[in-house]
């Protein structure tokens, strides 16, 4: 990178014209931030019938190259496999262009063709309402 050898490491076959991913480190010129900008816990129902927990997040991406650049932003959300759970998106969240990245519950995927020198806003958040006997520790 840059001129400076900095290490290496083995990969996996594959065939030709098959499609692969390859890391190469951060890039410079793109800067992603995440921004919490909400984070509630309450009670809902007129006998506090559910505990609710809502979550939401700012990421903000700009890119700094001098051409137009492919961005992919992959974030995560809990899901349930309880009926009783309800995990929803926040009003307002940017959808995403993926759900369930490479068939995982829960991954996240906003694919973004940012111009040079353009800044690109992601909204994303969540409540979670469980019955009030049920407790569910969400951590970040």
């Not at 991406?61 to 496999?81: C, L, Q, W």
């Amino acid at each position: 990178r840059d001129e400076s050898y900095v290490g290496q490491v083995g990969i996996d076959e594959f065939a030709s014209g098959e499609e692969a991913n390859l890391g190469f480190g951060v890039d410079d010129l793109v800067k992603v931030k995440r921004t919490e900008v909400k984070r509630l816990a309450a009670q809902e129902g007129l006998l506090s019938t559910s505990n609710t927990q809502a979550m939401a997040w700012n990421i903000s991406v700009t890119n700094f190259h001098t051409s137009k650049m492919p961005i992919r932003i992959i974030d995560r959300k809990p899901f349930s496999s309880d009926a009783k759970i309800s995990v929803t998106d926040l009003p307002g969240a940017t959808p995403s262009s993926i759900k369930d990245l490479d068939h995982k519950r829960g991954v996240l995927a906003w694919d973004l063709n940012l111009d040079p020198k353009a800044k690109a806003e992601i909204m994303t958040g969540y409540k979670v309402t469980t019955p009030n006997d049920l407790r569910v520790g969400l951590v970040d």
